[in-house]
């Protein structure tokens, strides 16, 4: 058709979008840039395998407890007795029971100069569906820590706690990915929860602490590397305090468990 013969002769004599370039090294240019914006969408959409991601859940989602419950507890210098309800994920520590969380799950808070628990009907659930007293034994304002122990250990029977890998410790550092292992809510059974998300900022001093902006609100979650490391443990909004700055806190709770009825405060 006469349209059809001058259009294709206005497009064959249409002005190049590289003049200075031959067609050959125009059609290069062209791949060079497409490949590079290839790369970069992949780059920005890079995260961790899933099976990755499961088979660190297989192995941690037995460590990481829901505890739940009340507490009565008077602070400060005040003498009125408050009244709180406990529920979220508790990181377990050792093979005797001693659990770790933030204080916000306990719904204390830590910013008073003493905690008295003056009652406590709180519970962590097993892996196999049965629940076990527990009781506060420690909190640590500077890490908006509480430590937890089961209220008679000596009932406690063996491999009832699964505890995280201490010993295999991992320093992160920033888009490092990582994979947070948690509880939902009893409205979800306290099923295991597990994301994958990315360290978005590291601070040293006056201690390693990350921040996460995928934890909302750090409730006692732990926290893996890729290669299923330790890397620390939610311990408040979008925070996760290194695994390797717990050590302390973690020796005062065993002692404060074994040597005391009540609840000691971190010095």
């Known amino acids: 058709m006469p349209h059809d013969e001058a259009f294709s002769k206005v497009w064959k004599n249409r002005p190049s979008r590289f003049p200075s370039l031959g067609k050959g090294t125009r059609f290069m240019k062209i791949k060079m840039i497409l490949c590079g914006a290839l ?49 979220g994920p508790v990181t377990v520590v050792d093979t005797n029971g001693l659990l770790l969380t933030s204080s916000s799950v306990v719904q204390i808070s830590l910013l008073t100069r003493k905690i008295e628990i003056r009652e406590s009907t709180l519970k962590v659930k097993l892996p196999n569906g049965t629940e076990l007293p527990v009781r506060v034994v420690l909190t640590d304002r500077d890490l908006d820590a509480v430590l937890l122990a089961p209220e008679k250990p000596s009932a406690v029977a063996a491999g009832t706690f699964k505890p995280v890998n201490w010993a295999a410790t991992a320093k992160a550092h920033v888009l490092d990915d990582i994979v947070i292992v948690g509880r939902m809510d009893k409205n979800h059974n306290a099923l295991v929860e597990t994301a994958p998300a990315k360290i978005n900022s590291v601070e040293t ?63």
């Open 205 to 267: 001093k006056p201690r390693t602490v990350y921040g996460c902006a995928h934890l909302v609100s750090g409730d006692g979650e732990a926290v893996f590397n890729a290669t299923g490391q330790l890397v620390g443990v939610g311990l408040g909004r979008q925070t996760i305090v290194a695994a390797d700055e717990l050590q302390d806190v973690i020796e005062q709770a065993r002692h404060a468990a074994a040597t005391a009825t009540t609840t000691k405060e971190a010095p």
């Open 39 to 87: 790369i970069a969408a992949g780059t920005a959409r890079a995260e961790l395998p899933p099976g990755t991601i499961r088979a660190i859940q297989a192995t941690n989602q037995n460590s990481v407890l829901m505890l739940s419950g009340a507490l009565k507890f008077m602070c400060g210098r005040c003498n009125q007795v408050h009244d709180t309800t406990v529920e």
